[in-house]
């Protein structure tokens, strides 16, 4: 079992999945947050029916599922909206996370977590150290247009609903500064996962490197 755990998060866009695989073909095992909470609002989950309650029917699709390009536009267009979801979603999705990262073989584990400067990192107080993809934000507008296929106004909107590049530099005590060509992300992994390796080994996983 995993008992050192690195939280990894960044803007929308970021490259943070591409820094997943890098991690995950290095052996390491990575928890994911969007996937947690796919999960979490599956066809036939509990929380699936408390989306369904708050939000009505016809946020499903004919199958049973969630219809989640309509709910993206919900609740981007409408902040209260946003929060609701959140407060039905969020508790599952750390809870997922947790059970996933104690489980997890080798001496760390990662948790992918897009939204962790928003929600606070008092919530996941089972998180050592935190590593935050960082790009600038006419990098991400560019890329969640290309990725989605969406229109500037609703990938503006997208970003504007994160928290800013400042207040996830806050809780940094890792960068990567993912500007470069994707190649660069492979010596940026790398390194990290040395330091990481050794922070594991120290007693009780404490310390700086």
């Not at 969640?144 to 940094?172: K, S, T, V």
């Given at each position: 079992?995993?008992?050192?755990?690195?939280?990894?998060?960044?803007?929308?866009?970021?490259?943070?999945?591409?820094?997943?695989?890098?991690?995950?073909?290095?052996?390491?095992?990575?928890?994911?947050?969007?996937?947690?909470?796919?999960?979490?609002?599956?066809?036939?989950?509990?929380?699936?029916?408390?989306?369904?309650?708050?939000?009505?029917?016809?946020?499903?699709?004919?199958?049973?599922?969630?219809?989640?390009?309509?709910?993206?536009?919900?609740v981007f267009a409408d902040e209260a909206a946003r929060k609701r979801l959140e407060g039905i979603v969020h508790p599952q999705v750390r809870a997922r996370l947790r059970a996933a990262?104690?489980?997890?073989?080798?001496?760390?584990?990662?948790?992918?977590?897009?939204?962790?400067?928003?929600?606070?990192?008092?919530?996941?107080?089972?998180?050592?150290?935190?590593?935050?993809?960082?790009?600038?934000?006419?990098?991400?507008?560019?890329?969640?247009?290309?990725?989605?296929?969406?229109?500037?106004?609703?990938?503006?909107?997208?970003?504007?609903?994160?928290?800013?590049?400042?207040?996830?530099?806050?809780?940094?005590?890792?960068?990567?500064?993912?500007?470069?060509?994707?190649?660069?992300?492979?010596?940026?992994?790398?390194?990290?996962?040395a330091r990481y390796r050794l922070l594991a080994e120290r007693p009780g996983g404490t310390g700086s490197a």
């Open positions: 079992m995993s008992g050192y755990v690195i939280g990894l998060t960044g803007g929308v866009a970021s490259g943070k999945s591409e820094v997943e695989k890098r991690f995950a073909a290095l052996g390491v095992a990575v928890a994911d947050a969007d996937a947690a909470a796919r999960e979490a609002v599956a066809a036939g989950s509990a929380g699936l029916a408390e989306v369904v309650e708050a939000f009505g029917r016809d946020l499903l699709q004919a199958d049973g599922s969630l219809d989640r390009a309509r709910m993206r536009r919900l990262c104690e489980a997890a073989p080798g001496p760390y584990a990662i948790a992918a977590i897009p939204l962790l400067a928003e929600s606070g990192p008092g919530h996941y107080p089972w998180i050592d150290r935190v590593l935050v993809v960082d790009v600038p934000a006419e990098v991400q507008l560019a890329r969640l247009q290309r990725r989605d296929g969406i229109d500037a106004g609703l990938a503006e909107r997208m970003l504007a609903a994160q928290a800013g590049r400042e207040a996830r530099l806050a809780i940094a005590d890792d960068v990567i500064y993912n500007d470069a060509p994707i190649e660069a992300l492979d010596a940026h992994v790398a390194e990290l996962d």
